[in-house]
């Protein structure tokens, strides 16, 4: 039986996560983590008599097989140094971390000999979209991203459109210079990744979603994904947790264990 932590138990990943976690008999939920957690009723959050319950990560004493990870941006880099100090196989699937965090994770993670995946999507639907919008970036460079999602979410622009934006980037050979713009309203352009501009949509009723925009001489394209429900990122993440402890190094992406 494969021992599991989950960092961020009482989040709405988290909870799905907890879930999943109870019901499959080849895991047990050893540990959970979270900062509003001093005295959780173990029934609320359906938690085993014996997970041990945390609320900061300096008292975590216990070790598992695999760290999953739902927790904030200002959190999962330091989450993730620990898991894999303590060697644990992190499953990050919070969004935030910097190209630089992960470099300097995957050195770490090659200096502890042990291996790991950081997923920014774990929905089939945004995979794809990914893969598509890969390769329609080599016909069509220029592109802008929408993404929508709930207004909970603490973060923009969210880790699927950064993760889009990079893989776009790195496709496209000649995007089109930007026009100089006067806006009578600033910031209306969006954000802006290397010339890919990104907007994010914060919106009650919302869970996730991303458009993604190429236009071209007398033609457009547009790819969509949405995530109606989280139950779409569960199944990624079982997949992830059946998969991490084989891998050798720390990838990034669902889709390289697909
Ligand atoms: N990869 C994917 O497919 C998906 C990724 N996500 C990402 O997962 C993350 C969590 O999303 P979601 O569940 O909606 O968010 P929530 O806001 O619902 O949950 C956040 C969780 O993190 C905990 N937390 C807050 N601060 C800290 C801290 N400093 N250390 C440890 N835990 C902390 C919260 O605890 P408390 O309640 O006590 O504050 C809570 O349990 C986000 O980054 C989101 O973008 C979400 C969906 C899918
Ligand atoms: O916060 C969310 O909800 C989600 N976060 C991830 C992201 O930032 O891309 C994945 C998905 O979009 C849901």
Redesign the pocket.
């Given at each position: 039986m494969k021992k599991v932590f989950i960092a961020g138990f009482t989040g709405?990943?988290g909870q799905k996560a907890v879930q999943l976690v109870m019901e499959d008999p080849a895991y047990q939920l050893v540990g959970v983590l979270a900062p509003g957690a001093s005295n959780p009723d173990p029934q609320v959050y359906h938690l085993a008599p014996t997970t041990k319950v945390y609320n900061q990560l300096a008292q975590v004493d216990i070790k598992a097989d695999i760290w999953l990870d739902f927790t904030v941006p200002q959190a999962v880099f330091a989450n993730t140094q620990f898991a894999l100090q303590q060697h644990m196989h992190p499953v990050v699937?919070t969004?935030?971390l910097q190209t630089e965090q992960i470099k300097t994770l995957q050195e770490l993670a090659q200096q502890q000999g042990i291996g790991g995946i950081i997923v920014?999507?774990?929905?089939l639907s945004?995979v794809l979209l990914m893969k598509f919008a890969q390769e329609a970036a080599q016909y069509f460079p220029d592109a802008e991203i929408i993404?929508l999602?709930?207004a909970d979410?603490?973060?923009a622009?969210?880790?699927?459109?950064?993760?889009t934006a990079q893989l776009i980037a790195e496709q496209r050979q000649s995007p089109k210079p930007a026009s100089p713009l006067h806006e009578t309203l600033p910031h209306v352009r969006g954000g802006d990744y290397q010339g890919i501009k990104i907007h994010s949509v914060r919106l009650p009723g919302y869970?996730?979603?991303?458009e993604v925009l190429f236009g071209g001489p007398g033609e457009a394209l547009t790819i969509r994904q949405d995530?109606f429900d989280?139950q779409s990122?569960m199944k990624g993440v079982k997949l992830a947790l059946d998969q991490v402890m084989d891998l050798t190094e720390l990838v990034v992406g669902l889709e390289k264990i697909l």
């Open positions: 709405a990943m699937g969004s935030g920014p999507n774990f929905g945004a993404e999602h709930h979410k603490q973060d622009p969210s880790g699927t459109a950064i993760s869970v996730a979603h991303e995530s989280r990122f």
